[in-house]
Structure formats: structure tokens, C-alpha cells
């Protein structure tokens, strides 16, 4: 992603600023602390070797309103990427995007987000969990709203993922989740360009519980 150069995006800073005044944002701020919560920054790349089944990695598991065991924890991933999906389509119905690096980055999420809800249904067949209804209100209003959003989202979504490797019982269920993750931490990397910020500001990425993703995605309420 060589060519997304921030100078010549945002000669004005209006990205940058934008990114810092969404933190006040009722549907935003609770990312934004939820990714330095105990002092650590959220990381753009996801390290694939610690990937590895074990209780060393495991965390704790989404609630069983999801289904039991690896069906809760495809269901919990397939939730988190309607939310990432849904989010991104609405931002491109919108056509409030117009720079060449941010329509590049926009379309790229799209066919991801969407291609990752597409996988994960196919994998949970009759046993997927239903699209929630969304609300993303301003979120979606500008450019700079969406790469500062957008970049907490794939942040995100890259420690939600990492934090359920050590759950994961099944082979292919983890290599799955891995196809997936290393894709978000792309994302977020992408998104970390555009907006100014660290794309890998810590040499390890933190997995977290479905507990504190769920609580985080709750407090945006983004969904209805």
C-alpha cells in the first residue's frame, strides 16, 4: 500500500483532526479507549504464528447466546463482520469518499468485508447467526469519519480474532479465522496510513476477551 500518502491526501489536516475529535463522539469514544485500555495501542498487523491453538492464547469465549463451542465463536466473528460489512457499504452509498487513496482503500474493505461475511455463512451454513439492524448515524457523514472509524474497526477486529485462536477447537476453523485476521491487520495497517496514526505501535498484538469486544461494540450503538 505504498502509494496511500497522507500528504498528499490531507494537505490541510482536516483527516488527522478529524480522527482526534472523533474520540468525543458518543458512538466512537468507547473504541478509542477500549484500544489503549491497559496502556496497550492497538496494532495494525496481526501476527499470524500466534495463531496457534493452546490454553496459553485462549481467552474468554462469547456468550452462548452465539451457539456452543467453535459454532459460538464463527457466529461471534460473522456478527462482528456484518458490523464491519454493513458499515462499509453504507459509507459507499453515500459517495462521500473522493480522494484516489481513500475510494482505493473503501472498495478494497467492501469486497473484503462483504467476501468475509459471505465465507463465514458458508462455513455455519443453517446455524448463522442473523444480520442485526445498524444505525451508524454520522459516522458515515465524511471521508475523515470513515478512515477514523475504520480504523478502529479493523484494530478491532484484529484483537477480537486473535483472542479467540486459543479457543478454536477445530483445524479448519483456525486456519479460517487466520485467512481473516491477517486481512483485518492489513486493513487496519491501510487505514493507520491515511489517518496519521501507528500502524504497528507494538511488536505483539493483544488478543481480548469476546467480554470486552461485545461490551466495546455495544457502547457504539451501532446496533439497533
Known amino acids: 500500500m505504498a502509494h496511500l500518502n497522507l500528504e498528499a491526501v490531507d494537505t490541510d489536516g482536516a483527516i488527522r483532526e478529524a480522527a482526534e475529535e472523533v474520540a468525543g463522539d458518543t ?6 479507549k477500549g484500544a489503549v485500555a491497559g496502556g496497550a495501542a492497538v496494532s495494525g498487523g496481526a501476527i499470524l504464528s500466534a495463531l496457534l491453538p ?3 492464547l485462549a481467552k474468554g469465549a462469547p456468550p ?6 467453535d459454532i459460538g465463536i464463527l457466529n461471534y466473528a460473522l ?7 454493513s458499515y462499509y457499504n453504507e459509507v459507499a452509498s453515500k459517495g462521500v469518499v473522493t480522494s484516489t487513496a481513500g475510494t482505493t482503500l473503501l472498495k478494497t474493505v467492501v469486497k473484503d468485508e462483504n467476501y468475509h461475511v459471505k465465507f463465514l455463512k458458508a462455513a455455519l451454513k443453517s446455524k448463522a447467526a442473523k444480520k442485526p439492524k445498524f444505525n451508524f448515524g454520522s459516522a458515515s457523514s465524511s471521508e475523515a469519519l470513515f478512515l477514523a472509524t ?25 486456519i479460517a ?12 495497517g491501510a487505514f493507520g496510513v491515511l489517518t496519521g496514526k501507528a500502524i504497528a505501535p507494538t ?22
Not at 458512538?27 to 478509542?32: M, V
Not at 479493523?154 to 477447537?169: C, M
Not at 511488536?203 to 451501532?222: C, I, N, Q, Y
Open 27 to 32: 458512538r466512537l469514544s468507547f473504541l478509542r
Open 54 to 56: 493452546g490454553t496459553a
Open 64 to 69: 452462548s447466546s452465539f451457539g456452543k463451542g
Open 79 to 85: 456478527t462482528l463482520e456484518y458490523l464491519e460489512s
Open 150 to 174: 475504520g480504523y478502529v474497526l479493523e484494530n478491532t477486529g484484529v484483537h477480537a480474532y486473535l483472542g479467540q485462536a486459543g479457543n478454536i477447537k477445530t483445524p479448519a476453523y483456525l
Open 177 to 188: 479465522a487466520a485467512e481473516i485476521v491477517t486481512v483485518e491487520g492489513r486493513h487496519a
Open 203 to 224: 511488536t505483539l498484538d493483544t488478543p481480548w476477551t469476546a467480554s470486552k469486544v461485545l461490551a466495546a461494540v455495544k457502547g457504539t450503538h451501532f446496533i439497533v
